[in-house]
């Protein structure tokens, strides 16, 4: 064993002493080294590690009413300081900093409050640590989160949803997490980077952190707020558009003549259409709402004039049927 | 190897005595020792484990009737005490508890029993241990859990759902599960942070324990019951209702006159709208009941009432028919 | 190194010699230790080493005919020897069990024959060893497997499907696989403990173990049968009758006026609807018998009868149209 | 340390040398020996590496015309040599082969090159290594592979669907690839087997290997090829044979009179009918070809046939009514 | 532990030193040896490390137009530089590349930008290893990107995907990517191998590769851009045709006499049908544009004609009705 171990010191001394290993080496940064692993990575205990938070959205890939779930991709960027890292990068021909194998280092515990499906994906490989002992981390991740839509404008709605970051352990006093940039920042990057939106414009995104009380001990968390607003055009041009033209039918149909049943078959006709255009609507909107959307509303008030108006032309063709009758029974009478 | 070891004595020793990382150096604590993973954590095999249980119902994601099941997003707290775990804060400039990852102790192999598809997605990687040797450990899970529903009532019905903990291998008289808070509290705490309910109203929340005996020896199980209303405002606008339009479209048909085709017409037309929508309400009704639904009840019959009706106006148009054509051949014959 | 191995005898040997850790030092089950999990745990090759096996179904979870597979959720117990654990409970204080984590011992590699799509989610953690060198392993298991339906019966259909057991490499004279309960015991279990059985009723349960060649030597296997039968009132209301209602309509269009269009007109639509009816049908069956169900024979036979008689109304009006214009000549002849 | 392993030499020379252990501690094989798992396993690189495949398809799990996916549940076998695997079976009580796990030694990187979802299940644990250093391998796949289906003549269609195995790295001159046995045992073997076909009949199956050149070096690939019929007989009576009614039905409305708009009615419900079924058709079918399938040239003819005989009838009426207008005004001139 | 060793090297010096292990003992390259993972293999820290980079796409899966979605099947090629692995190959018998397994060496940390589910899958599990340091890997990867999609002139669109290859972390003077093969020859291998193509046609495919700053330092990125052309002809037959046809027969409804009301029933019902073709065309476009795509303004516009033209035959109707009702009264008043 001794041989080996020699023959690599060798090596590694007869090349010049700017590799990435000699740093490594001084820092005893090894997989077997549990110091770096084992524990938050302070001297003293009383110390707080502060993390340093920042999300961006990449893109909006999916918002369904009827689950309730946003599902965004977002790039996320983390530092942190660790204690046992910290070399002069002078003696080190200018190395200020390296990366290294994500598992070989602490990592803080962050999770999303409202993610309901976890990440499977392997998460980068890699972390950078600079030779001031602080750490960055960056990822891309897919968030498929819990969001309580109000559908009750649809499809002329704004939704917010949260994507809130909080530590599953650790207490205000030992992990703080601090946001990076403002939210006018993110807001802007995120705009400019944002590859697809799917059925939803991008409005705006605030970041706000604060101190909640978790079962017995404080914890920072940090809630990004992202604003969506429908694109509406097209449920325009698919329901609301037809239901008003078949509502303007009805109306015409006025000028049909009273008596004969042509009319009534006409209604009837109209209605369905407007009962099967609604069926479609009912599988587009979520059942969770305790309030009756107004498109639905707006649906059920239609049918509902046209079912009177329907009725209507029953009665009416009733009545001018047993006048004509009684008039007939008075000329036969008088015959 | 002696010159790297010597070297970090050296420098904990420089630094104060109150980095985590000594009291781990204390408990032995390592990924190698096997102390500490291999068997339930106590020094007299007779003394038994106690876990404190809780849970939180975070959000109903989902309650499918035709795959019976329900998915709820839940927090879990467990506590436990481990024998080998146990130093003096005084000792450690009163560090009273150290966060390490998950893999270096023993924990409890519990399972929920109704879960029919495992948790793919890595647990919290930390646990938090107390000097006095108890053990924390907090995780955010899906439980998509099989729930027999009663669909008799639908869409006025209450379901129950039950997510029973209970370890896989362990006996009463070696772990033993307690519930740390009553079915008051948690209830209180669900309905606070339900974050999203679906298509629900939560209602309420109970957990008992009791000792069920399992092959061979008793365990002790926990039973959470979620109970929850539908939310039926949408389906009685979508299904209910327009049933209720037609069926009075159908009697208003009466006053149509009886002679020509148009009163069967009619009422055909409004027949098949009230299939349609059977339909529809087959594919979100499951076909796992062995008693038929009142909503379907209600469906048939008001489809059968139609039908009769039917039926009898094409008798008594032949009836009509018939009774005329005879009187023209009595007034031929009179003629 | 050997001042921490001391002081680990130390406190050892200063609680009473009564842990689990004892058991477990006695006989040298480490994770290092490969005697445990590199090959058969016996001492000499020609021991037979022999598994009990046992399965419960806990629920039927799907059962889906177009893809021919069906969906259980099952509970296991597999129990067998390991000729390397022996110790007498006496010397360690009456321990006669220890659980252990499930990946320092060797474990049988079973499978599933029918399984199609393989659990992905983690097995049970702990195994638990006996002081007589019996193993006792534990699982729930979602086992989702290819099963031949036979559909010809439909909705009155019985469905029997398999779950075999079997070893992916060792043969018979290696690793025999016996039963430990017999058919009726485990249909009675799981008879009551079926949590839930979806759109079927579990009917009945029975286990077989037989020899078979497979590929060069023989191997055990067992055979689990799982018998259910449909729950079909729902089909029955939502199928079965709504077509016998429209045939029933169908002919009564016989007492409507044979002259006019109106009777084609009414028998048309009464068409449409059994088409409709008939395509839906055809989503729930599979295309994947060579025989035609009963129900499709049931519905083109009565779609077959309608069209028929509304062809032979359309050609009994042309004649009656026919003989009136011939009546007409005559008749303007005989003027 | 040292008494540890004297301790357990003891054991070992104490039982008689017959156990699989022995095999082991004389070859070397142990987790931490990378002889075994770090390069190819022979003693002269330029040694071949000759991997014996077997593939038998166990069932047809489905076969997507939509997405071009063919999904088939597979046996495979596997046999190489490794050099450093040598016992003589004499020397240890006869032990022939030794049944170890998996991960202890090399395994060749086959690869599935139509596979378009990687297996994500584990595979078998074991590897089987026999006396002369053959080791042998078993496992059960799910293959989801591409597959470019040929529609043109659904639903009266054959599909073939290849299996291609390759290396990812390996050249030919270092692994080659050998089939054991030939197209028809393999072939007479699968059709034994076969568990469920789907909406299949198997008709052959094929293997050949070849030689290809991928990027710069050599590579043997073995092709299996699967041949299948599609089972027609429900799709005939679902869509082949209602269009043939409804184009009879089309027919015979020559028979209805001219005149009056009865006959246009019933041509125009028929016409909705088609394309209801056209449409149904369209959901089936994949958008893939860029020939039209026979069946969408069958649909289409009929619909179209049908619109020119709507078209027809609505222009002799209308001639016959300019007709008739002529000769009324020719009678009332005449008047 | 020294007799094993020297037993092994005993073995090993007695065959011929030309087995591959020869030069991973003379590389020192074992699982063990933190040189080759820890960090860039880079003797002095300011050499950048420079990785040529090669897509081939195998495989169109699936484009969804409504989930913004492009997966594609494709084979990555990837050649970097290790400055820790070079040997003499004439010093071990002619040995120019050892293929080893992938988690012993350093690996870039390549991610694809746009990819919305990481692969789960385990990659290609061998890198192979060149006499002069380069190393080699190859993987078969699924692609689910995100992709901006431009659906304005459906069903005749041609899309443009980008597949982009970055580090996460590496800045550009520590890792470059380099292009091997340039667009031209890339579009040819592609168009060759294509095994599947969806529901597209392969048009082309560029790759260019340029230098962005990401949040602080340069990164050079690697552009392919997939270009496709979607395959109409279906579409077409399903969607553009009918619509024509039924548009078509409202014309042909001017020759139906004016004063029944035959003419209003025929058109109402022409009318439905183009809303049902207008639903499900609205089902396969995404909701994702802001701009209306051409086939949607081409139903509408057709849909509002024959509303228009059906609207103009109720006032003509009516029109007629009072005129001839005014002449009659003119007449009665004549008489």
Redesign the interface.
């Known amino acids: 064993f001794s041989c ?1 171990s020699n ?2 010191v060798f090596i590694l001394f007869a ?2 002493t ?4 000699n740093v ?1 080496d001084h820092l ?4 077997a080294n ?2 770096f ?4 990575p ?5 110390n707080k590690t502060v993390l340093y938070l920042e999300m961006i959205v990449y ?1 909006i ?2 918002v369904k009413e009827t ?2 779930t946003f599902i965004a ?1 977002v790039w996320i ?1 983390m530092e942190w300081g660790n204690d046992y890292i910290l070399w002069n990068k002078d003696d ?2 200018g ?1 200020s900093e ?4 994500t598992e ?1 280092l602490w ?1 803080p ?1 962050i ?1 999303i ?10 998460q ?5 640590i600079h030779s001031n002992g602080t750490i ?1 981390f ?3 991740q ?1 968030v498929i989160s ?3 839509m109000h559908v009750y404008k649809f499809p002329f709605d704004i939704q917010k949803c949260n994507i809130t970051f909080k530590s ?3 207490a205000e006093h ?1 992990l703080q997490i601090e946001i990076e940039k403002n939210s006018s920042v993110i807001s802007m990057w995120s705009r400019e980077i944002m ?5 939803w ?1 991008f409005v705006d995104m605030t970041v706000t952190n604060s101190t909640v009380n978790h ?1 017995g001990y404080n914890q920072t968390i940090v809630i990004y707020t992202i604003e969506m607003k429908r ?1 509406s ?3 325009v ?2 329901f609301v ?2 239901i008003l ?1 078949f509502l ?2 009805d109306f ?2 006025l ?3 009273h008596g ?3 009319k ?3 209604k ?3 209605l ?2 407007v ?6 609507l ?1 599988e587009i ?8 959307p107004l498109i ?1 509303v707006y649906i ?1 008030g239609i ?2 004039l046209m ?1 009177l108006s ?2 209507e032309t ?2 009416v ?2 009545l001018i ?1 047993m006048d004509s009758a009684s008039q007939d029974d008075a000329q036969s009478v008088n015959e």
Chains 1, 2, 3, 4, 5 share one sequence.
């Open positions: 080996f023959h690599k090349a010049p700017c590799s990435y290993q490594l005893h940064l090894t997989k549990e110091t692993t084992m524990s938050r302070v001297k003293d205990h009383t893109a890939l999916d689950d309730q991709y960027y080190f021909c190395i390296v990366i290294v194998p070989v990592k515990d999770t409050e409202e993610m309901i499906e976890k990440d499977k994906a392997p980068s490989p890699f972390l950078k960055e960056r990822n891309d897919i819990a969001c309580r599953y352990l650790y030992e590859a697809t939106e799917f059925e414009v079962y694109k055009v097209l449920h041009a698919s558009l037809p033209f303007c039918l015409f149909s000028l049909l003549p004969g049943g042509e009534i078959g006409f009837t006709t109209v369905l259409a009962t099967v255009l609604q069926l479609i009912i909107l979520p059942f969770t709402s305790s309030k009756i639905v059920l049918f509902g079912l329907l009725l029953i009665v063709n009733y049927e």
